[in-house]
């Protein structure tokens, strides 16, 4: 069984950055992909950015597209959301799952194991 450990989250300015990282406690990401979803206040969880295992596949929801970059450190167990131009409704609770699917099918439903959540607020 795979844990996951996000951190990073917190406080920022709209037009910031920040950096979430998701790491594999207890074992290894192998095989899965990883995917980052979000969950505001009074909404459903929603799916972010994946990134294939080997790392050479990635995709990203429209919302955050050309401002959000996911990345992986195999040797690390950890996977990578460098946030920029942050804007307020980016405000939610970050989570990282990990997934035998594929990159393209991957949704809150078909995750395998999830993190606790790492809360991202960003305001003025």
């Known amino acids: 069984q795979v844990q996951l450990i996000e951190s990073g989250g917190g406080l920022v300015q709209p037009g910031g950055s920040l950096r979430l990282s998701c790491a594999a406690s207890?074992?290894?990401?192998?095989?899965?992909?990883v995917g980052w979803f979000r969950q505001a206040l009074g909404k459903e969880r929603e799916f972010v950015a994946a990134i294939s295992w080997s790392g050479y596949s990635t995709r990203y929801a429209d919302t955050v597209k050309g401002r959000f970059t996911i990345s992986r450190h195999n040797a690390k167990n950890t996977v990578y959301l460098q946030m920029n131009s942050l804007k307020p409704e980016d405000t939610a609770v970050y989570y990282c799952?990990?997934?035998?699917?594929?990159?393209?099918?991957?949704?809150?439903?078909?995750?395998?194991?999830w993190g606790q959540g790492t809360q991202v607020t960003v305001s003025s």
């Open positions: 207890g074992g290894t990401f192998s095989p899965y992909a």
């Open positions: 799952g990990a997934d035998r699917s594929s990159v393209d099918r991957i949704v809150v439903s078909t995750v395998d194991y």
